[in-house]
């Protein structure tokens, strides 16, 4: 099956510090790339949907200016968390999807980055 | 409001007996369903998925899910659970009114007895 990577898999940051984590494809062209976060014992909370190649559209309540998506190519999106503090530690979740069929195409999911900010 | 409910955190299971995890979803017509299997190091992966017709889900790893639409519930089964099953299950729908975006539940950690 689809397979997407993420990395790094953990990062310990100093508060105040920008952190940036990438989500690749390894072996299918993503058209959108998800970005979600989990708190512990949580559910995954979407935080943004890019699509190559244009601006990621954000769910309310998730600040852009601090949670920055790239999508820069059809296999990789990168999620910065800028100046980061301890309450953005969290677990971050990428997923992708190909094809132009939106909901009825599979999400895959990348595999997770734990951030503690100190 | 809450759209898709997993009422158990956590449930255990000897090895070889049978499973039902519950979801629940709160929508008035009838959503795309779907179960995600979550193992420590991996990526959530697509156990099954219902969008319309038979009712009776079969999926990958012997897993199947039944969506009746009388009690708004889409739970998942397996006749016969595995050690390797040991997992945290996620619930998921996706609605019109939300843009087809997936809807987690909070997840069920499935805990196998030897």
């Known amino acids: 099956g689809a397979v997407v990577s993420q990395h790094p898999s953990w990062v310990i940051c100093k508060s105040g510090t920008s952190v940036k984590i990438e989500c690749r494809s390894l072996d299918f062209q993503a058209t959108t790339m998800f970005w979600y976060r989990q708190f512990p014992k949580q559910s995954l909370m979407l935080m943004a949907t890019s699509n190559e190649g244009s601006k990621a559209t954000y769910e309310q309540g998730v600040e852009k200016d601090k949670f920055l998506i790239n999508h820069a190519s059809l296999t990789l999106s990168t999620l910065t968390v800028t100046s980061a503090h301890p309450e953005d530690s969290s677990f971050y979740i990428c997923?992708?999807?190909?094809?132009?069929?939106?909901?009825?195409?599979?999400?895959?999911f990348g595999p997770g980055t734990r951030l503690l900010v100190l | 409001a809450q759209s898709v409910t997993q009422p158990d955190i956590h449930i255990t299971v000897s090895e070889g007996a049978s499973l039902e995890l519950r979801c629940n979803y709160s929508y008035g017509a009838t959503p795309y369903l779907f179960w995600y299997v979550q193992s420590p190091g991996q990526g959530l992966q697509l156990l099954l998925k219902y969008f319309s017709g038979d009712t009776l889900v079969q999926g990958i790893k012997g897993f199947e899910a039944e969506f009746k639409r009388s009690q708004s519930s889409f739970n998942l089964r397996k006749p016969s659970v595995h050690w390797s099953d040991a997992a945290e299950y996620f619930c998921?729908?996706?609605?019109?009114?939300?843009?087809?975006?997936?809807?987690f539940g909070s997840g069920t950690r499935l805990l196998v007895r030897p």
């Open positions: 997923s992708a999807r190909e094809g132009d069929r939106g909901f009825l195409e599979t999400q895959y």
């Open positions: 998921a729908v996706a609605r019109p009114d939300s843009s087809y975006k997936l809807i």
